[in-house]
Structure formats: C-alpha cells, structure tokens
C-alpha cells in the first residue's frame, strides 16, 4: 500500500491539535514498525496548505474546520485558493457573522441561511466564521447526511421551529468553518467531529528562511522596544501589533519577489509606517541603542521625514500622488494589473490608526483635499460613518453599496473605536471588501469614478482591548499606517525636534505670552488667602493688565527662563537626555493627550506653570501690582 496517502489520510483525520496529531503519528508508527513497516519520519512534503488543498479538491471528504486566532485565517486560505489554479477558477464566498444589536434575532439567522443555502446550490467554497446561532440549522449539511434524489444530493436546512425545507447541494459545494483557537475547548465534541480539522496559523505556513527573518524581526522589535527601567513595550511604539504582524509581513513579502536579502530590510520599513512617534523617540533609549546608535539616528531621520506627520489630508496627497516610498505590505493585489491598469496604484484602501478624538470633525480636515481632488464640496465628495452608529448588518450593507455603486462620493471613512466597535470591525471590513470587488467589476464595463476607502482606527493612548479581537495583518490587502493626529498640526513636530524649550516660548510656534496667558488663572487658585482673597472679577481684571503689559511680560519671562533648567539647556536633537525623548517616557503625560504633538506642547506649559506660579505670588504678596 502507498504510504504516502497513508500518512495523509493520517494527517487530514487526526489534525485540529499540534500534540494530538503528533501523538497519533508516533503511536502508529510504533504499531507499524511491529510488522517492519517504516512510516517516513519526514512530513514536510505534507504541509497544512496542502492537507487544506486536498480536502477542497476531495469530494468525498467530510467538510472543513480551521481552527486559527484573530483574522490570520482568512488572508492566508485567500492566499492558498488564489495560488491554486484549480481552487481559484472556483467561486468564494465569505460570510461573517454579525454582532450588531439588531442582528442578535431569528430575522437576522433566516436571512443568513438563506444566503448559506444559495451558496449550497451553486457549488461554491463557502468560509463561515462567527455564526454559531446558525450552525445547529446545518446539522445534516454538516454532516453531509444527504438524500439523493435524481442524481442530485439534497439535505434539509432547519429555518426556524416549522420550516424545515429540503435544499439541492452541488458535488463541488465545500464549507469551511473558521473557530478561533481560544474557543475549541468550549465547543461541544459532536460539533467539532463533524469535520475534518486543521490548524492554520501564519507559525504553520512558513518555511525555514521565513521563520529565520521573523526571529531576527522579533529580537529587532524587542530591542528598539524595550526600554530598561520603564514598562513600554512593542504594543506601544508599533500600533496595532499583535502575534500575527511579523509572520504576516514576512508572509507578504515572500509572496511578492523579495529575497533574502532584502527581506529584512523591506519588513523593518513597513514597520516603521505603524510606528508611533513617541515609540520612535523613546528608541534613543532603547536597549537597541546602546549597541546601535547610528543605526537608531539613521531610522529616527528617516521616520520624521515621512508624510505621516502632516495630519489625514497632507497623507492622503502623497499617497495620492505617489512621488515618494509608500507602506508596501499590505497593498491589495487581487485585481490583476493586465485586466485592470489602472486600479493597482490609484484606489486607496488604507487603515489609519491615530491617537485623534474620535469626535474630530472629519470633514473639515479633508474640506480642501476633496474640493481640490473631486472639484465637488466636501458633503458631496467625503462620506463619513462611525461603526457603532450601525445596528444591523443589513443597515450597515445598504450604506457601503450605496457608496460604492450609487454614490457621487469619492472618499469613503469609516471611524472604528476598538474599545466600543472591536467585535464588529472585521465584519464592516469584510464588507467593504465585498462591495469594493462589485465597484471593480461594475468599474471594468463602465465608467465610473475613483473610489477611495480608509478605515480610522481612533487608539487610545496605553489603551488595551481584551482578546484584540480587532486587530489586523499584513495579509488582509489594506496598507495600514500610523498618523499622530488626524489634523494639521499647528505646531510642525520637524521644527519642535529641532527647538529647545526656550527657543520654542521664543518663536510663533507657541510663544511664551500665550503659555504665560493660559497659566495666569491656575496660578491664582493656587494662593491662599488669610483674609477674603481677591474677588474673581478682580482676578479676570487683573490677568488682563497682566496679559497686555509688554513691560511685564518681559519680566515675568526673565523670572521663569531663570529658575528652570530646562530653559537652559542646549539642544543635541533626539538626544536621549533631549526633553523630547523625556515628553516620549512620561506615560502619564501621553495617556492625558491626544498624541504626542499635543503631549509636547503641554509639557512646556508645565514648565511654565510652576515658576511663573511663584513669581505671580512673590508680586501678590507684597501687594506690588
């Protein structure tokens, strides 16, 4: 007998668990081996891409689960079928279940049944995750119980206490049923051997080099993270960062021609595009720094000279415009260049993460790029959505076909808050994913305007998510980067990196009359009166006279640059000791602002406050206004 497909049939029935598989292939060869039998030790030739191959290429097989974590899956099975030729001449179809509060019904499952049902008919490959209300209504396809009537294979679909319809199954129908990893323990054992099971992680489909470049990845990450004596981590200079984004990278990149060589390289800068500017600056101090310091110079010059510091609208222009390097990984690749020239650099599908106010007004940062890019208003040209304004999948499909097939609209921004939306983002960029692939194909017969979809991800400052469920990877087909702030900053951090605290109070960028101004109030709630203290109109008044007297100001400059010595200091940029890198350790500061540009300008108030403080008082107290 062949012991090849021996050791398949081994490898497809017993998979599902890396200690369970390998237990089962040791205990048979032991058994083997007692009738002199020498099963190969060596499973290479038998990957988990191939196993996942022939289970949708075997009609007789039993239906699939890939048991994987967060949305790794998915990029990868795409992946898989595209590079198949067979599998990919094959219709896909992905569903995801919704969460929203209007779907938690009967309603919402009928409908979804009826689209699994459709699918059963036409033959298709059908991905399934997060439908668990609905699996039960599928025992007998599931199980593949089928009655046979003229040929045709038949099984009956649950809809409901009273419906329960006999529904036609093609011979080329295939399910798969995504579980995430976390939740096999809680699933019920007749559930789970109804398939055939496989684990599928970005950790089971590399090859031996890949697996080199991620370990040299993950030391590289960890050392430029790690910042001795303080409690940063990975998570907190690249956003977005979870188990899967160095696999996925290295996945992407492999995939797309780089070579050993370049591999590296071409990796650490896609990094760099999620990266933080606090995380970068801290990076003077990282454990990286103090064997490599030109190195960490070299990539901090780097970083602040990429267009992710001038707010949405400024990176949104040279994406646009593509004069300069670009986040690579990630780019959608699955509209072939000959059939479609045009689409592979000019439609922008983008996920931003940013430490803005989700309330910030979206339209009126990107007034003047959609006036300049659409020549329409910004009402007309920008649709703007949050995700936790949708209650139901059906709302949610309706907005995004509306855009994508109906709208004038150019410019579609969805705005996600991990902390209320995490368990619905997947869902909306699955169906943004789908209505997008409609506007190409309706797009290739006729003619229809750009389109442009960005996915603003609102993080908060050493804010976490329990089970990340959000997060996504490099293989997803969406660039993905990391702004500061969603406006225009008035303050250019190029020009504050470059500035000592003095010479900014010196300059227009926030001049030492107008910290000195906002500080005037807090420093007389900070006296304390013996007798009745001044009465507020008092204070109102005589903050103003403060306020408009150059003559005083002049004086109360001279007191404060004195009696700090940070007012004194002189610059060596992005210094470890710089107050940058001090503004980039204060954790308590960053996670009081909306980023770091916002962090700087109120250290230098804080500096300020408190020797001015003492001079107001010193003058208070002798009555010598």
């Not at 499973?43 to 699939?64: C, G």
């Not at 933080?276 to 003077?284: C, E, H, K, M, V």
């Not at 490599?292 to 949104?316: A, C, M, V």
Request: with cysteine.
């Amino acid at each position: 007998f062949n012991l090849r497909v021996l050791k398949e049939g081994l490898l497809r029935n017993f998979g599902g668990l890396p200690t369970e598989r390998d237990t089962i292939m040791q205990t048979f060869q032991q058994k083997l081996k007692a009738h002199n039998i020498h099963l190969d030790d060596d499973d290479k030739d038998l990957d988990v891409k191939q196993l996942i191959q022939e289970n949708l290429r075997d009609k007789q097989a039993r239906h699939l689960m890939l048991i994987t974590s967060g949305d790794s899956a998915v990029g990868i099975l795409e992946q898989m079928i595209k590079d198949s030729e067979d599998l990919n001449m094959r219709e896909q179809v992905t569903i995801f279940g919704s969460h929203l509060d209007d779907d938690l019904s009967e309603d919402y499952d009928y409908r979804t049944l009826s689209r699994i049902i459709l699918c059963m008919e036409r033959g298709c490959i059908l991905i399934l995750r997060d439908l668990e209300s609905i699996y039960g209504s599928l025992y007998d396809m599931l199980n593949q119980n089928y009655t046979v009537v003229g040929k045709k294979r038949n099984c009956r679909v649950a809809l409901g206490a009273y419906s329960n319809p006999m529904c036609q199954v093609h011979e080329d129908f295939r399910c798969i049923v995504l579980i995430d990893q976390q939740k096999v323990n809680y699933s019920d054992p007749p559930f789970l051997n109804r398939f055939e099971k496989q684990l599928l992680r970005f950790s089971d489909v590399i090859n031996p080099k890949q697996l080199s470049v991620i370990k040299k990845l993950q030391s590289w990450v960890e050392d430029i993270s790690t910042i001795p004596g303080q409690q940063f981590t990975k998570e907190d200079l690249f956003i977005g960062f979870h188990d899967d984004t160095l696999p996925s990278l290295v996945l992407w990149h492999s995939n797309h021609g780089q070579d050993q060589k370049e591999l590296l390289t071409c990796c650490k800068s896609d990094l760099m595009w999620i990266a933080s500017p606090d995380g970068i600056l801290r990076a003077s101090k990282s454990k990286l720094a103090k064997s490599s310091l030109p190195d960490i110079s070299n990539l901090q010059e780097k970083y602040f000279d990429q267009p992710t510091h001038r707010g949405l609208q400024r990176f949104l222009e040279y994406m646009l415009q593509g004069d300069g390097p670009v986040p690579t990984a990630g780019q959608d690749t699955s509209i072939e260049s000959e059939d479609h020239p045009d689409m592979q650099t000019s439609l922008l599908k983008l996920v931003v993460h940013t430490f803005s106010n989700v309330h910030t007004d979206i339209a009126a940062c990107l007034e003047e790029f959609i006036k300049n890019h659409t020549g329409m208003a910004v009402n007309d040209g920008l649709q703007v959505e949050k995700l936790s304004a949708f209650k139901s999948e059906k709302q949610l499909s309706m907005t995004l076909q509306h855009f994508w097939l109906e709208s004038k609209a150019s410019f579609l921004v969805m705005l996600c808050t991990p902390s209320l939306d995490g368990a619905h983002m997947l869902l909306a960029k699955s169906q943004l994913d789908h209505y997008r692939n409609e506007y190409l194909k309706a797009r290739s017969t006729t003619s229809l305007s750009d389109k442009h979809v960005c996915l603003l991800i609102h993080v908060e400052q050493g804010g976490e998510v329990e089970g990340n469920p959000w997060q996504l990877n490099f293989l997803c087909g969406w660039q993905q980067v990391t702004l500061d702030s969603i406006e225009e900053p008035t303050f250019p951090i190029g020009k504050l990196l470059s500035m000592t605290v003095r010479e900014v109070l010196e300059s227009p960028l926030r001049p030492f009359a107008d910290v000195a101004q906002e500080q005037l109030m807090w420093c007389f709630t900070c006296f304390k009166y013996r007798n009745e203290g001044r009465p507020v109109e008092g204070i109102l008044k005589l903050v103003g006279d403060i306020s408009e007297s150059p003559w005083m100001m002049d004086f109360l400059k001279e007191y404060v640059y004195s009696s700090a010595p940070c007012f004194n200091e002189l610059l060596h940029e992005m210094d470890a000791d710089s107050w940058h890198v001090q503004v980039a350790c204060d954790r308590p500061l960053l996670n009081s602002c909306s980023g770091l540009q916002t962090a700087m300008q109120l250290y230098i108030s804080l500096q300020v406050r408190q020797p001015l403080a003492k001079a107001i008082f010193l003058i208070e107290s002798q009555s010598a206004w």
